[in-house]
């Protein structure tokens, strides 16, 4: 009696479909980090600058992270390098804050630069912030890979994280645009 060494269940490799296509993903889809925790709000035409527009989410503790809009000026183009040394006094890098009330944070307004961006076509922009407050981090990663601030602006390419004061905190929110409110901006433009 000759006994098969493989077993045949009479299935087509060939008719199963591959998991991706057999799967409805897209019904109930968890929100991400950034949707569940945070608000997205615009700054547009910053100090009066055309295209001078960020992106603010606004975490549930009032924390900000600030990166570049989808109609930054910068947008389309490529970053040589960006430097941090804003002036002959303050390198943003070098921002030393201690405990919760963010002790030692460098101070910025809404307009003070960030950092300085040096593109391939010879151009120099300005990275402004977006809001006032105190400066908690500026990201690091941007010294190595200055790209990234323009492939990925609301994840590893975000600029700078700030935290508004709390009295202020309504005001400069309220001042900011909504997703909606930027959108229908953008499509009038």
């Known amino acids: 009696m000759n006994k098969p060494s493989v077993y045949d269940f009479?299935?087509?490799?060939d008719s199963v479909p591959p998991i991706e296509r057999s799967v409805d993903i897209t019904e109930n889809v968890p929100p991400t980090v950034v949707q569940r925790y945070f608000e997205s709000r615009y700054a547009t035409n910053v100090n009066d600058k055309p295209n001078q527009d960020y992106s603010v989410l606004i975490h549930s503790n009032n924390l900000c992270?600030?990166?570049?809009?989808s109609t930054h000026v910068l947008m389309g183009k490529t970053?040589?390098?960006?430097?941090f040394q804003v002036s002959e006094n303050?390198?943003?890098l070098s921002n030393n804050?201690?405990?919760?009330?963010?002790?030692?944070?460098?101070?910025?307004?809404a307009g003070s630069t960030l950092c300085k961006v040096h593109c391939s076509?010879?151009?120099?922009?300005?990275?402004?912030?977006?809001?006032?407050?105190k400066l908690v981090q500026m990201n690091s990663k941007l010294a190595d890979t200055p790209n990234i601030?323009?492939?990925?602006?609301?994840?590893?390419?975000?600029?700078?994280?700030?935290?508004?004061?709390?009295?202020?905190?309504?005001?400069?929110?309220?001042?900011?645009?909504?997703k909606?409110?930027?959108?229908?901006?953008n499509s009038t433009v």
């Not at 076509?121 to 407050?133: R, T």
């Not at 609301?154 to 645009?177: H, M, N, S, T, Y």
């Open 121 to 133: 076509d010879g151009e120099e922009h300005k990275i402004l912030s977006a809001i006032p407050g």
């Open 10 to 13: 009479g299935i087509d490799d």
């Open 65 to 69: 992270i600030l990166s570049l809009a």
């Open 97 to 109: 804050m201690t405990g919760k009330g963010k002790r030692g944070a460098q101070i910025v307004q």
């Open 90 to 92: 303050t390198d943003r």
């Open 79 to 83: 970053i040589d390098k960006i430097d």
């Open 149 to 178: 601030m323009l492939d990925k602006p609301d994840d590893l390419g975000f600029i700078a994280i700030v935290l508004p004061q709390k009295q202020r905190f309504e005001k400069i929110r309220d001042g900011l645009l909504t």
């Open 180 to 185: 909606e409110q930027y959108t229908i901006r």
